[in-house]
C-alpha cells in the first residue's frame, strides 16, 4: 500500500524482509544503511526484544529517479525471525509493497526456511495479500559456508513464481544491493502500473 506524499512530493514505498531467524535479515539492512550516503537516508530504528530484532530505516535512493514527477523513498523493514513474534510479523507486513525472503543456505536450516516461508504466505493472506501478486525477490543468503544446499535445490524447493533469485553473503556485502535492486524495480514497475 503504497503511501504518496503530495506536499514533498514523494511516493513512500514499504519493502520488508522477512525470513528464519539469524538468516541475515538484519546485516542485509545495516549493509545497505551503511553504504547509503546520510543525506539520502533516515534513522536506523532497532527494536529489539528478548531474542531477536527489528529494524526499520527509510532512504530515497537518488539513482531510481522519479515516478510522474514524485521522488520515491524506500522505507526498508525486518521482521523478527523467531515464529513466537508471529504478531509483529502480521503487523509488520501491513502496507508491505514489496517482500524480500532471506534464505538461510546451510543444510541444517532448511527446515527453518520452509517453515518461515510457508509463515510468510499465511501471514500476507492474513493481511490480504496474494504473494503470487506481489514485488518478491528469493535471496539466498550465507553462500560462502561449507554445508550450504546447491542453488538449484534451494531454489526448487523455496521459490514460489519465477522471481529473482539472488545469491549473497550479507555479512560482507555481496549480493545485498542486487537483492535491493530487483525488489525496487518490481516495487516501482508496479507504480508505473497504477
Known amino acids: 500500500m503504497t503511501f504518496i506524499n503530495y506536499a514533498s512530493r514523494e511516493i513512500n514505498c514499504k519493502i520488508v524482509y522477512y525470513g528464519p531467524g539469524l538468516c541475515g535479515k538484519t546485516t542485509n539492512l545495516q549493509h545497505i544503511f551503511e553504504a ?22 527509510d532512504f530515497m535512493p537518488l539513482e531510481l529517479g522519479t515516478v510522474r514527477g514524485f521522488k520515491t523513498r524506500f522505507h ?4 523478527p525471525g523467531q515464529v513466537f513474534y ?19 543456505s546451510q543444510e541444517e536450516r532448511m527446515d527453518a526456511n520452509v517453515e518461515s516461508l510457508y509463515n510468510l504466505e499465511e501471514n500476507l493472506q492474513a493481511q490480504g495479500y496474494d504473494l503470487m501478486k506481489l514485488p ?4 539466498l543468503n550465507k553462500r560462502d559456508l561449507p554445508n550450504v ?22 555479512s560482507t556485502g555481496a549480493g545485498v544491493f542486487d537483492t535491493l535492486k530487483a525488489v525496487a524495480k518490481q516495487v516501482l514497475t508496479e507504480l508505473r502500473k497504477s
Open 149 to 170: 544446499v546447491p542453488v538449484a535445490e534451494l531454489t526448487a524447493e523455496l521459490g514460489r513464481k519465477q522471481e529473482p533469485v539472488v545469491e549473497a553473503v550479507a
Open 86 to 104: 508471529d504478531a509483529s510479523r502480521k503487523l509488520i507486513l501491513k502496507g508491505v509493497d514489496g517482500v524480500v525472503f532471506v534464505a538461510d
Open 136 to 139: 518478491y525477490v528469493l535471496q
Open 76 to 79: 526498508l523493514y525486518t521482521v
Open 36 to 57: 547509503t550516503a546520510p543525506q539520502a537516508r533516515g534513522k536506523l530504528i532497532s527494536l529489539a526484544t528478548e531474542t531477536d530484532r527489528t529494524l526499520f530505516f
